[in-house]
Nanobody, 124 residues
Framework: QVQLVESGGGLVQAGGSLRLSCAASGRTFSSYAMGWFRQAPGKEREFVGSISSGGGTIFNADSVKGRFAISRDMAKNTVYLQMNSLKPEDTAVYYC?????????????????WGQGTQVTVSS
């Protein structure tokens, strides 16, 4: 079972940037896609984006296209979520997850391991 630990959350003003990290344990990191999800207060968890096992295919939700970027470092077993031009509506707990597949689907059922989440708060 892989363990995922997110970091990098915090409080930032609108228009600012944050980079979230998700460190994964285990030797199979490179075999699976990784995804980022978020859950705002009172809302369901939603897909933010994913990156394929090889890093060549990236999906982003429409709400974050052009502002967020996902990358992964195989040597460090870490996936990143660079968030720019943050808006108050980006406020949420952000989770990373390991996909069951080489590509990362939008459906939560496509993921079998989850981190504990990191809080991102964007003030107006």
């Amino acid at each position: 079972q892989v363990q995922l630990v997110e970091s990098g959350g915090g409080l930032v003003q609108a228009g600012g940037s944050l980079r979230l990290s998700c460190a994964a344990s285990g030797r199979t990191f490179s075999s699976y896609a990784m995804g980022w999800f978020r859950q705002a207060p009172g809302k369901e968890r939603e897909f933010v984006g994913s990156i394929s096992s090889g890093g060549g295919t990236i999906f982003n939700a429409d709400s974050v296209k052009g502002r967020f970027a996902i990358s992964r470092d195989m040597a460090k077993n870490t996936v990143y979520l660079q968030m720019n031009s943050l808006k108050p509506e980006d406020t949420a707990v952000y989770y990373c997850a390991r996909s069951r597949y080489a590509l990362g689907p939008e459906d939560e059922d496509g993921y079998d391991s989850w981190g504990q989440g990191t809080q991102v708060t964007v003030s107006s």
